[in-house]
């Protein structure tokens, strides 16, 4: 595939990137950002040094997620984007409904360094262990955030990503209501999306696709069953974090 080069004229960051998942990371959800791809760099920095009579034509607008079917992440495009922190979580109820528990795993600098699980339910769902798996991780961003850190969060489940990132928006100003019937899940809902109102400028929530090889949200569906083996209602650091081949040949969620 030839080089291409990413020119963006109005994102978290300017300038010229050598990927889509670096220019992505600038774009991604950023209202009216600027930016399109190049064949060459010398068209890139002749574009971004004279952006007027580029962007009027021929620059796309970033559009937020959920609106049309994306390509979903590879783990080269995760590895590549530039965060120091990248949280991914999951979650499992075993049957569904049924007992349930989260898990999240934590990389700095592409560089496993934490694995939690917890937040067990006796009896929860696949959705309830999902957002509560998504709360602890916005939990700890704002952690690593107050330490001045760039966090993105991975999360498998669109159900959890977009009621809180989009849906729940519009329930808060009706009331939490809605008027197709009952919302699901407020108890988890409500606390969450008054969290991520505190931290939602500062950090990248990403939708991965489950069980396909991406290690972050592998150990994360690994720790949401040791979560429903140890029945630990707390979120719990999982101590054993060197030998990560002898974690993802744990049972799987």
Not at 225 to 234: F, G, M, Q
Request: proline share 3%.
């Amino acid at each position: 595939m030839a080089q291409k080069y990413y020119v963006v004229w109005k994102g978290r960051e300017t300038g010229i990137f050598t990927t889509w998942a670096q220019c992505k990371a600038q774009v991604d959800k950023f209202a009216g950002a600027k930016y399109k791809s190049f064949p060459s760099l010398i068209e890139a920095e002749s574009a971004f040094g004279d952006p007027t009579s580029t962007q009027s034509s021929t620059v796309t607008t970033a559009k937020k997620s959920g609106g049309s079917k994306k390509t979903p992440l590879s783990q080269d495009q995760i590895t590549e984007m530039p965060f120091d922190i990248k949280i991914f979580t999951d979650g499992a109820s075993v049957p569904n409904p049924g007992e349930a528990g989260a898990g999240i795993a934590v990389y700095e600098n592409n560089k496993i360094s934490e694995l939690w699980y917890g937040i067990y339910q006796a009896v929860g769902t696949n959705n309830t262990a999902e957002l509560n798996g998504l709360y602890q991780a916005f939990i700890l961003a704002k952690g690593k955030i107050a330490k001045g850190y760039s966090v993105a969060i991975y999360c498998d489940s669109m159900y959890a990503i977009q009621s809180i990132t989009q849906w729940a928006e519009g329930w808060s100003k009706k009331g939490w209501t809605k008027a197709s019937g009952e919302i699901k899940n407020l108890d988890i809902i409500k606390p969450m999306y008054a969290l991520y109102q505190e931290i939602a400028n500062k950090i990248e929530v990403f939708h991965v696709n489950g069980h396909v090889g991406i290690e972050g949200n592998e150990l994360a569906d690994r720790m949401s069953i040791v979560a429903i083996e140890s029945k630990d209602e707390a979120l719990t650091l999982y101590r054993e974090t060197h030998d990560i081949a002898k974690i993802l040949a744990l049972r799987a969620g």
